[in-house]
């Protein structure tokens, strides 16, 4: 088992940043890759961010591609996401997840999953 718990989240004025952060505990952290969803109200879960279990490999959204960076501290079993540059339609509740298997864009490859934090980006 591994637990998992974001945290960072806030209300933010546009062109503002924030960091999130995805602290795990349980099984050893630096054997799971992370990804980043996040969902907005009426809306499906999308892929935002991943990266390997080395951190040596990292995946982002077009829509988020050039502001957002993820990296991880596997000393503090930790894995961070840099927002910046932030737009309303950031605005969304923010998962971040673990993988044993693949480093994916795909939400069904995560199986542990945290409860999430609320981004909110006014305009």
């Known amino acids: 088992q591994v637990q998992l718990v974001e945290s960072g989240g806030g209300l933010v004025q546009a062109g503002g940043s924030l960091r999130l952060s995805c602290a795990a505990s349980g099984r050893t952290f630096s054997n799971y890759a992370v990804g980043w969803f996040r969902q907005a109200p009426g809306k499906e879960r999308e892929f935002v961010a991943a990266?390997?279990?080395?951190?040596?490999?990292?995946y982002y959204a077009d829509s988020v591609k050039g502001r957002f960076t993820i990296s991880r501290d596997n000393a503090k079993n930790t894995v961070y996401l840099q927002m910046n540059s932030l737009k309303p339609e950031d605005t969304a509740r923010y998962y971040c997840a673990a993988s044993s298997t693949y480093t994916s864009y795909d939400p069904r490859m995560y199986t542990y999953w945290g409860q999430g934090t609320q981004v909110t980006v006014s305009s």
């Open positions: 990266i390997s279990w080395s951190g040596g490999n990292t």
